[in-house]
C-alpha cells in the first residue's frame, strides 16, 4: 500500500465539502480487507495522492451538484423485494455481445490513471482480468493500449475522443481495432465537444498542491491529451479539439462506417438522442453525464435510463454510469433496464489507495453486495431484475 501523505490534511475546506465523503467511517485501515464498502477506498485515496490528482479524479462542475444528484438520486428507487423464491443459486452473471461478465458491473474509461498509482491502467486491467470485468480504456489513458489488453488477456471497449482531424480519428480507430478492442465507444459529451469546463474541484486542490508539476505537465490541457500514449506516432499537428466541431449524426454515420467491431454512444440523457443514435447504426446507447464532470444540469442518469431504455425498444443494450457506489444501486439500473453499469471514480479510489489489490477490492465488494440483494429481493438472476424489482419513490 502507498504511504499515508501528510499534506492530507493541508486540502483546503473546499475540496472537503464538495466531495464528500460520507459512510466512509473506517478509520485509516491499512489492510484493503478491512475496507466495508466502496466509499471507504476514497478517504484513503485522498490521503495516498498529491492534491491536484485528488481534485482530478474528484472534482465534478460548478458547484458539484450534479454528481451529488447521480448519487444520491438512487435513494429515490426503493426496491420491491419478493418472497417464496427458490434462492438455492444465485447467479450474477451476464452475457453482454456474446461475453460472459461475472458482474454487470465495468469499469468505465478513466484518463490519466498513472496519476492514481504508478501501475495506472496496467493495474486496473490486472484487476479487470483477475475479475472477468469489462473494461473500457480512455483514449486519454497514461498505459499504452497494447500493453492494456497484454494485461487483460481479453478484448476492451476503446472509448474514443475523435478529434477534428478525420485522418487522426482512422488511425486512432485503426490502432484500436488492430491491438485487440472490439468496440469503439465515442463519447458525446461536453468534454469533447465544448472543450473548457469550470471544475472547481480541481482548481482548488490544485491551489493547495505546491509541488513542481512541470516534469508531467508540459503545455495546456490540450497538448496533455494529445500526449496520451494511444496518439503516438499519428500526426497530430492538425488538431484543435479532442471532437469535431459539428458532432452531428452525419459525422456518426461517417464513424460507422468505419467502425468494424461495436460502436457504443457514451452521454447519452435522452430518449431523442437515444433514438436516433441507434437509427444510425449504434450497437449500444451508454446512459452518461460523465460523472457529473461536464454540464451541471442536475439530472442525475439513474434518472435518465427509463426514458432511453423507452426509447431504443429493445434494439440495442443501454448502459449506463454515474454515482453508483452500491450494489443496491446497481441493482436499480439493472430493474430499470440497464445491461450494465460502468464505475469511475471507485476504480481511482480503490487503485490509489492498494493499487491492483484495491481495484480487485472495489468490484468485490459491489460483487457481493449485488448478490446479497438479488437474494434478498428475490430476484436469483440477472434476467429476474424486472421492472417490477424497484419503484419510484411513492409511485404505487
Ligand atoms: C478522473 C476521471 C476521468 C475520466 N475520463 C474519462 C474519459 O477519458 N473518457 C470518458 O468517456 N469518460 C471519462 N470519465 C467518465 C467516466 O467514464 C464515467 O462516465 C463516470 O466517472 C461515472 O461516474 P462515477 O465516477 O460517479 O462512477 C472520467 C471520469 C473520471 C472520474
Known amino acids: 500500500m502507498l504511504p499515508f501523505a501528510t ?5 483546503d475546506a473546499g475540496v472537503t465539502a464538495t466531495t464528500g465523503i460520507s459512510g466512509s467511517s473506517e478509520l485509516a485501515p491499512t489492510n484493503v480487507k478491512d475496507i ?38 438512487f435513494s429515490e428507487y426503493e426496491i420491491r423485494a419478493r418472497r417464496f423464491i427458490d434462492l438455492s443459486r444465485v447467479d450474477t452473471s451476464t452475457t453482454v455481445f456474446g461475453a460472459h461478465w461475472r458482474t454487470p458491473i465495468y469499469f468505465s474509461a478513466v484518463s490519466a490513471m498513472r496519476a492514481f498509482h504508478p501501475d495506472g491502467e496496467a493495474a486496473v486491467a490486472r484487476a479487470a482480468a483477475s475479475r472477468s470485468a469489462q473494461l473500457m480504456v480512455s483514449t486519454g489513458s497514461s498505459v499504452p493500449l497494447e500493453q492494456i489488453l497484454t494485461q487483460r488477456g481479453a478484448p476492451v471497449w476503446q472509448q474514443l475522443y475523435p478529434t ?50 512541470t516534469a508531467c505537465h508540459v503545455g495546456n490541457r490540450h497538448d496533455m491529451w494529445l500526449r496520451a500514449p494511444l496518439f503516438a506516432g499519428i500526426d497530430v499537428s492538425q488538431v484543435k479539439g479532442l471532437a469535431p466541431p459539428g458532432l452531428t449524426l452525419e459525422w456518426v454515420d461517417r464513424l460507422r462506417g468505419l467502425v468494424r467491431g461495436k460502436l457504443l454512444i457514451k452521454g447519452i440523457v435522452a ?24 454540464e451541471e444540469t442536475l439530472r442525475a442518469t439513474i434518472d435518465c435510463v427509463a426514458e432511453v431504455v423507452a426509447a431504443v425498444k429493445g ?13 443496491t444501486d446497481v441493482f436499480k439500473a439493472l430493474a430499470l433496464g440497464a445491461s450494465g453499469v460502468g464505475i469511475g471514480r471507485p476504480q481511482g479510489w480503490g487503485l490509489a489507495a492498494f493499487g491492483q489489490e484495491g481495484a480487485e477490492a472495489v468490484l468485490d465488494i459491489y460483487a457481493r453486495e449485488l448478490e446479497a440483494i438479488m437474494r434478498q429481493a428475490g430476484t436469483p438472476t440477472i434476467a429476474a431484475i424486472g421492472a417490477r424489482a424497484v419503484l419510484h419513490r411513492g409511485a404505487a
Open 7 to 11: 499534506w492530507a490534511a493541508g486540502l
Open 36 to 73: 466495508l464498502n466502496v466509499r471507504g477506498f476514497e478517504p484513503l485515496a485522498r490521503a495516498a495522492l498529491p492534491p491536484a490528482h485528488f481534485g482530478y479524479l474528484a472534482t465534478g462542475i460548478d458547484d458539484d451538484r450534479t454528481l451529488r444528484r447521480n448519487e444520491d438520486a
Open 164 to 213: 477534428d482531424d478525420w485522418t487522426v480519428t482512422r488511425e486512432l480507430v485503426r490502432r484500436a481495432e488492430l491491438a485487440g478492442a472490439d468496440a469503439i465507444v465515442l463519447s458525446v459529451d461536453s468534454t469533447a465537444t465544448a472543450g473548457a469546463r469550470n471544475s472547481e474541484t480541481l482548481r482548488r486542490a490544485a491551489r493547495v498542491d505546491k509541488r513542481d508539476c
Open 271 to 294: 430518449g431523442e438522442d437515444a433514438q436516433a443514435v441507434v437509427t444510425h447504426g449504434a450497437d449500444g446507447v451508454i446512459v452518461s453525464n460523465h460523472g457529473g464532470r461536464n
Open 315 to 327: 434494439r440495442v443494450p443501454v448502459f449506463m454510469d454515474g454515482g453508483a457506489r452500491r450494489g
